[in-house]
């Protein structure tokens, strides 16, 4: 049974299955109705035919007893063509047979009380026989047996069929159910992740605080969160891809150290100590991207990081790698890293969003990254420029 699901997915589930199941019912009673008439045709070119065989059989045996000066012996007859029948003379009189019904000797063909009677008149008046009549007693018993089973046969696949659309309606509906529940995560994410530093803001300003430097350095470090919030929500869902960053050849270890006093400030909360050796590197890449890309590394080394952590950053031979003594990463885990909305953990806060921002600048750029982690020791992010 479909659960959690908002009115426009039930509506669209249900669109879906009944137009399915719709189209498949229609299709399947043309085909089974297709099907009735070729077999009930079958059943009656084969019936008439055994008809018109007994009847021959009938009129020859008639006149070659005729010929053979003998007489009719309805007995033996009766035991030998399995069907009711009757001779008739010139004058439409019934010569012997069981058929009770008045029937049209100069109709071939007829259907009487829901059976059908054949009319021969080969045996022309030999031993007085001018007609003989044979009549079918089982085409009806066919004809329902043939529709009770094409009921039964397609109440069966019908609901195969129904079974099969439910669970393609679920399919269907499947990735739209998972996507809003990663918007609905990701709004209730950035709600909270925006809350922190807007709190901050508001209690640093509020009537009641004390100007003090401790208030504005939380004022600045809440504006400067906020700040990184938008920017990222800016690079993944409103930049404009008709304007392409124009890359430059920058030099990289000065625009780490630059972000690593920005970062200072949150790394001495937790009392993180931070190293670096920077050899001087140049790359052709967006100077935005690059802080970007540089920045949300070093943010989550920070968040998911131990009190009293440390971080190692090192660029060498146009290889950057940012090491922390944090909480790590599982290794089966690894592997969904940089999906969209993706976090490895509830501990802290976030949205999912950074590592995809990092992945998708590598890829622009032609970086190798490769992250090593391990459970309750660290995680090293390596680009390979």
Avoid: W
Wanted: with cysteine; aromatic share 12%.
């Amino acid at each position: 049974m479909v659960i959690d699901l908002t009115r426009s997915e039930r509506n669209t589930f249900f669109r879906f299955l009944g137009l399915y199941l719709g189209s498949s019912f229609i299709l399947l009673s043309v085909i089974f109705y297709l099907f009735y008439k070729i077999e009930s045709k079958l059943h009656y070119d084969l019936i008439t035919s055994n008809m018109q065989n007994v009847a021959s059989k009938v009129s020859s045996s008639i006149i070659y007893a005729h010929m053979s000066e003998l007489t009719i012996n309805t007995t033996k007859l009766s035991k030998y063509i399995k069907y009711d029948y009757a001779l008739y003379d010139k004058n439409h009189r019934r010569l012997a047979g069981n058929i009770d019904e008045n029937i049209n000797l100069g109709e071939r063909l007829q259907k009487v009380n829901d059976n059908f009677i054949l009319v021969d008149g080969t045996p022309r008046g030999h031993l007085g026989v001018y007609h003989i009549a044979i009549k079918e007693n089982f085409f009806k018993d066919k004809i329902t047996k043939l529709i009770e089973d094409i009921i039964l046969y397609f109440v069966i696949i019908f609901s195969i069929i129904a079974i099969i659309g439910y669970y393609l309606a679920n399919l269907f509906i499947s990735p739209i159910i998972n996507e809003r529940r990663k918007l609905n995560n990701f709004i209730k994410d950035t709600t909270h992740e925006l809350n922190t530093p807007i709190t901050a803001i508001l209690m640093s300003t509020s009537k009641d605080a004390i100007p003090s430097e401790k208030n504005m350095q939380r004022i600045n470090l809440s504006a400067k969160r906020i700040s990184e919030i938008y920017k990222d929500l800016v690079y993944l869902f409103l930049q404009n891809n008709n304007k392409k960053p124009t890359p430059t050849n920058l030099d990289l270890d000065a625009i780490v150290k630059e972000q690593l006093q920005y970062f200072e400030a949150f790394a001495s909360k937790k009392q993180i100590k931070i190293t670096s050796q920077l050899e001087p590197t140049k790359y052709l890449i967006d100077k935005e991207n690059f802080i970007r890309l540089v920045n949300n590394i070093l943010s989550n080394a920070i968040k998911y990081n131990n009190i009293g952590g440390s971080i190692d950053i090192k660029l060498k031979n146009n290889i950057l790698s940012i090491e922390d003594s944090g909480i790590g990463i599982k290794k089966e885990l690894l592997k969904d890293i940089f999906n969209r909305y993706y976090r490895a953990t509830k501990d802290q806060g976030g949205f999912g969003i950074g590592l995809n921002i990092v992945y998708h600048i590598c890829q622009e750029y032609k970086i190798k990254i490769d992250v090593k982690s391990e459970e309750n020791v660290g995680t090293t992010f390596t680009l390979k420029f």
